[in-house]
C-alpha cells in the first residue's frame, strides 16, 4: 500500500501546512473584531439605558395629564411597574448583545430614538 520499506516511518511535522495557519490567524483575527463589536454594542446599549431611564423618570415626575389616561398597570407599584418593564428591556438587549446578535441592539437603538421623540413631546409640552 504505501512505496516505502517495511519498518521506516516518515517523519511528519507537528505545525500544519502554511495555508492552514493563514487560516487560523483569520479566524481568530474575526473573532476578535466580533468580540469587539460585541463590547461595543453592549457599551452604546447600556448608555441608551441610562437615558432611557432618565427620560422615563423625567416624564413620570412632569405629572402630564396624558399620563392619568394609562391603563392601570402603568400606576401599579407607584409607577415603578413602568420602569421594571424598562430594565427587562434593557437587560433582554444587553443580553443579546453579549451573545454578538445585531438585530437587538439596533432594536434598542430604534426604541431609544422614539422614546427620545415622545419624552420631548411631552416634556415640551407639543402634547
Partial sequence: MTDQPPGTTTKRSSRPPNDMRQGFIAT?????????????????TFLLGIGNFALHRAVMDSR?????????FYHHL????????????????????????????????VYSML????????????V
Avoid: K
Avoid at 64 to 71: D, I, M, N, S
Avoid at 115 to 126: C, D, E, T, V, Y
Fill in 115 to 126: 422614546n427620545s421623540f415622545s419624552a420631548w413631546l411631552i416634556l415640551s409640552g407639543r
Fill in 28 to 44: 481568530d483575527n474575526r473573532r476578535s473584531a466580533a468580540y469587539r463589536d460585541s463590547q461595543m454594542a453592549i457599551l452604546i
Fill in 78 to 109: 407607584g409607577g415603578h411597574f413602568s420602569l421594571a418593564v424598562e430594565f427587562l428591556m434593557l437587560l433582554a438587549t444587553l443580553l443579546f448583545a453579549a451573545q454578538s446578535i445585531v438585530w437587538a441592539p439596533i432594536c434598542y437603538v
Fill in 64 to 72: 402630564h395629564p396624558l399620563l392619568g389616561r394609562v391603563p392601570w
